[in-house]
């Protein structure tokens, strides 16, 4: 190959290596809630598999809503509990389910499927920096 060849090939795969970086290792590390209007504190959540982000920051004492967005159709994923909140919701495919609640104290809670097979995390936190990861 030419230099120029070898320059578009590598700027090729750098900005694949990016695009992956960002839309799988950047979202799966985790996501902070942006704060809407009205206070409420609102966080899109991709179910396919698993939950993308899996680890949700919030803030305490503010509203939160979980718009959890089922993209799969396996029977796994079709409920979401959130126990320590006492949630359990039922998420149909191909829809968004927003769920509202509030977290009144901080901590590191477990969220689920309806048979505890695939898990995420809520982190709720005196206070958040809202730059949308964290
Ligand atoms: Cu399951």
């Known amino acids: ?13 750098g900005a694949i290596a990016w695009v992956i970086y960002y839309f799988f290792l ?3 590390a985790g996501a902070t809630a ?18 993308t982000p899996s ?6 004492g503010l509203p939160v809503e979980l718009e959890f967005h089922r993209a799969d159709t396996d029977s796994c994923t079709e409920e979401v509990v959130l126990e320590d909140f006492g949630i359990r919701q039922y998420l149909p495919a191909y829809q968004t389910t927003a769920i509202q609640f509030t977290p009144t104290e901080s901590g590191t809670f ?7 097979m695939v898990h995420g995390r809520l ?4 206070e958040v920096s809202n730059d949308g990861h964290n």
């Open 1 to 13: 190959m030419t230099a120029s060849q070898w320059v578009v090939t590598l700027g090729g795969a």
């Open 26 to 28: 950047a979202a799966r």
């Open 123 to 126: 982190v709720v936190r005196d």
């Open 55 to 60: 680890t949700v920051t919030v803030r305490r």
């Open 34 to 51: 942006r704060l809407g209007a009205a206070g409420i504190q609102r966080v899109a959540i991709e179910v396919l598999g698993g939950y």
């Open 110 to 116: 477990a969220f689920s499927c309806g048979m505890g």
